[in-house]
């Protein structure tokens, strides 16, 4: 069975950082891309960045470019999520993805997510 | 980026019966690689997000068939057939076609 569970969550000043990470097991976690998605309080989804199975390739939605970082470590099948600059709109539940292929095209594969954690959640406040 | 509406945006349900979700994109979902990228998800109370359909009408493993996809272009419905107590959350349409993964408003079902 897939399963993922994100920890690192929590309170942050605006302008701090905060790391999140993503245990992975029942796959072969190498052999998929994976994307991190969040879900301000009351809101919708909202994608916010991806990476191939190999790590060679990141992607970052617009709102997070040049102040989040995404990394994985296929030996010890973890996802990261370096967050810097935060901002009271980040404040949200953020989600880890797995993505499978089919459900994205080839080009965007990092948007296929399949399978969700149960999130944690990440409160930027003064 | 393609915006996605979705209506009604609450629906109110008698166990048993049929439900339908409508979906609709700005722009139309055809991929250039003749496949259209709409997903629905179900989002529980208190749950994450879970996968029930991708390419419009195809569903994702374990997922009941009481859950059906349809539509085309702009235009895409998620139907249930009998509402189970198990159905009540929130669904979202997805389209991954273009760049800028997108997400309706989401649409909550929950019992009369």
């Known amino acids: 069975e897939v399963q993922l569970s994100e920890s690192g969550g929590g309170l942050v000043q605006p302008g701090g950082s905060l790391r999140l990470s993503c245990a992975a097991s029942?796959?072969?976690?190498?052999?998929?891309?994976m994307s991190w998605v969040r879900q301000a309080p009351g809101k919708g989804l909202e994608w916010v960045s991806g990476i191939s199975g190999s790590g060679a390739s990141t992607f970052y939605a617009d709102s997070v470019k040049g102040r989040f970082t995404i990394s994985r470590d296929n030996s010890k099948s973890t996802l990261d999520l370096q967050m810097n600059s935060l901002r009271v709109e980040d404040t949200a539940v953020y989600y880890c993805?797995?993505?499978?292929?089919?459900?994205?095209?080839?080009?965007?594969?990092?948007?296929?997510?399949?399978?969700w954690g149960q999130g944690t959640t990440v409160t930027v406040s003064s | 980026d393609i915006v996605m509406t979705q209506t009604p945006l609450s629906s109110p349900v008698t166990l048993g019966q049929p439900a339908s979700i409508s979906c609709r994109s700005s722009?139309?979902?055809?991929?250039?690689?003749?496949?259209?990228?709409l997903s629905w998800l179900q989002q529980r109370p208190g749950q994450p997000p879970r996968l029930l359909i991708y390419k419009i009408s195809n569903r994702f493993s374990g997922v009941p068939d009481r859950f059906s996809g349809s539509g085309a272009g702009t235009d895409f419905t998620l139907k249930i057939s009998r509402v189970e107590a198990e159905d009540v959350g929130v669904y979202y349409c997805m389209q991954a076609t273009q760049f800028g993964v997108t997400f309706g408003p989401g649409t909550k079902v929950d019992i009369k």
């Open positions: 029942g796959f072969i976690f190498s052999n998929y891309a």
């Open positions: 722009q139309s979902l055809v991929h250039s690689d003749g496949n259209t990228y």
């Open positions: 993805a797995k993505t499978s292929p089919g459900i994205a095209p080839i080009t965007y594969y990092y948007y296929g997510m399949d399978v």
